[in-house]
C-alpha cells in the first residue's frame, strides 16, 4: 500500500466516523432544523429498525419521531469498521451502539408507580455510504437491538399495531 492510498483510507474512515458522531449527536441534542438531514443522510436514505423500512424523507420523519418519544437520549458508538477503497465512492460502515433512552413524564405517568425511566439499547448498526461533492452519506442505514433493558416507549396505536404485525407481538400502545 503506498502513500497516498494509506492517507485516502485514514481520512475515509475520519470524515465517516465523525459523520456517525455527528448524527448520534444532533438526535441526543434533537437539532432538527430545516434541512438537518442533508448533513448526515442521501435523499434516497433506507433506514431499516425494529419498527420496519423508512424511505427518503419517512425515514428522516422516522428517526425524528423516534428520537422525540423520550424526553432524553444518549447515543455513544465504538467501534467503528469502515471499508473504503481509497478513492471509492461508495463504503460500508458498522458500529456498536449504546443507546439510553429517559422516557417522557407521561409515560411514567401511563405506567404507574414504579415504572423504570430509563430503556437501554445495546445495538448493531449497519450502514452503506456514498461520498458527494458534500463529503460521505449515509444511503442506507440498519440498527438491530443485540439486549435490551427497560420497557420501550409507548408507541402510538398506529405503530404498535405495525410493530405487532411485523413480529407476531400483539400490539398495545
Known sequence: MNEMSSTTNLLDHFEITT???GIFRTMDE??????????YFTD???MTTPLGVAEGADA???L?????????????????LVRAEPGARTANASWNAHMTHVHLDSTLQARG???????????????????TDSGWRISRMSVRAVWTTGEPPVLPEETATRVAELTGAQASS
Do not use: K, N
Open 113 to 131: 408507580e414504579g415504572a423504570d425511566p430509563l430503556f437501554t439499547v445495546g445495538g448493531i448498526y449497519e450502514g452503506q455510504l456514498r461520498r
Open 30 to 39: 434533537q437539532r432538527f432544523d430545516e434541512g438537518w438531514a442533508e448533513a
Open 60 to 62: 428522516v420523519r422516522h
Open 19 to 21: 459523520l456517525i458522531s
Open 64 to 80: 425524528e419521531q423516534a428520537v422525540g418519544r423520550f424526553s432524553a437520549t444518549l447515543h455513544i458508538s465504538s467501534d467503528a
Open 44 to 46: 434516497d436514505l433506507q
